[in-house]
């Protein structure tokens, strides 16, 4: 089955960065759509960013308005790994960060996934920006 191990999480100052990794073993079960999510206390679980590979001309990513321009996210050809690489960090961008993947292909005209749409989830790698 698949597991996926988030790391990379920690504290940082306002301007700072970050690179968050998401390891994932038993690939093989994982279509072409991961994403990363965040949920900071008290808060609904939030998309941040989603990922769909196998497409000529390279993958498709899309992003949440809070984060477009600032995140990045990317995953290498073997779907083993997903990062996303977060550079100036708000406080506002304090929460934990979830990886994703779907066992189902999911098509790229959806754009930014819910959270409905994965079925598998790492256990979180905790972010905090202090300002």
């Known amino acids: 089955q698949v597991q996926l191990v988030e790391s990379g999480g920690g504290s940082v100052a306002a301007g700072g960065s970050l690179r968050l990794s998401c390891a994932a073993s038993?690939?093989?079960?994982?279509?072409?759509?991961m994403g990363w999510f965040r949920q900071a206390p008290g808060k609904e679980r939030e998309a941040v960013a989603t990922i769909y590979t196998g497409y000529t001309g390279g993958d498709r990513t899309y992003y949440a308005d809070s984060v477009k321009g600032r995140f990045t996210i990317s995953q290498d050809n073997a779907k083993s790994t997903m990062w996303l690489q977060m550079n100036s960090l708000k406080p506002e961008d304090t929460a934990m960060y979830y990886c994703a993947a779907s066992r189902f292909f999911r098509s790229p005209t959806i754009g930014l996934r819910s959270p409905a749409d994965f079925g598998y989830w790492g256990q979180g790698t905790e972010v905090t920006v202090s300002s």
């Open positions: 038993g690939f093989a079960y994982i279509s072409n759509c």
